[in-house]
DNA sequence: ATAAATGCAAAACCTTTGCACGCCT
DNA sequence: AGGCGTGCAAAGGTTTTGCATTTAT
């Protein structure tokens, strides 16, 4: 945990319990979590926390780039700590979300890069589809 | 227009003054708007008409594959009425969305679909940067 | 000591819903 | 005629904001 108190403290975001408790959350996850999962998953151990402070906390993460923020096409937004460039990979019967690191996207994005004389900066990439789990599943959640 | 209304009826669709007007909106802009901007943008030419249609409009044209709905991090849903799959490239400054129709993908989908055996169905890809107006701009907005 | 973060409640915002009326087929 | 679509208003859900109190440095 000293790792993650470091990484803010060189953001110059002040250490509380409230920070440590979501950035280790979010780093330990493998789901991709929206700010009520978080707020839920931490009401034990925090009980006085408030959704208000996830809230505010996700957003100085994500501006000094701890985090990113995913829109999956929810109503809500997903968070993830981990902030290398990836796609995710959506299934659209159960609703979870993959990481897709082993992806190269270089020509890809010099495509991007020479076609538009964009000055590219980030990208969110999302796939669509029925994991493999519900493909064999005959009553698959919704 | 009548095609328009014709690709309404192949969906078993009603043909209404509002849908026509709103799929036509779409189909000929460049923007990718939100509801809120649609609904302004027809506010003249359909004074009667209400943000509720205008949502329950775009929902019934997204259900039948006639236009595709954009979450592109902003607090509101975008749509684009070109339901090719392509990627789109925002600018970070000024926020418009521009399509990037003539990106090959087809590599990207074939090693996505090999190493998750996902059954993929649909995609969004999001490019963000700075365009080449912004980036000649000393004085960009926002 | 000082500035920043928290927690609570209220507000803001986008989107959805229920229902009566009207229009399309 | 019948059902679907519309419009209005109210509700729903997520996210933001203001402010007093507490906390980190």
Redesign the interface.
């Known amino acids: 945990m000293k790792e993650l108190a470091q990484r803010l403290k060189e953001k110059n975001l002040k250490v509380t319990p409230q920070r440590l408790a979501i950035f280790q959350m979010l780093s330990k996850t493998e789901e991709h979590p929206s700010a009520e999962t978080i707020y839920k998953s931490l009401e034990t151990t925090h009980p006085t926390m408030s959704l208000a402070t996830v809230y505010k906390t996700l957003d100085a993460l994500k501006k000094v780039h701890l985090i990113q923020?995913l829109?999956v096409?929810e109503d809500c937004f997903r968070y993830d700590a981990n902030t290398n460039s990836h796609?995710h990979?959506v299934?659209?019967s159960c609703h979870e979300v993959?990481d897709?690191d082993?992806?190269d996207?270089d020509?890809?994005?010099s495509?991007?890069q020479k076609?538009?004389?964009?000055?590219?900066?980030?990208?969110?990439?999302?796939?669509?589809?029925?994991?493999?789990k519900c493909?064999n599943n005959k009553y698959p959640p919704a």
Do not use: A, H, W
């Not at 076609?115 to 493999?132: A, H, K, M, S």
């Open positions: 923020e829109n096409g796609p990979i299934c659209i993959y897709m082993s992806i996207l020509d890809v994005r495509k991007i076609e538009t004389n964009f000055q590219l900066v980030d990208e969110r990439l999302y796939f669509y589809g029925i994991c493999p493909q």
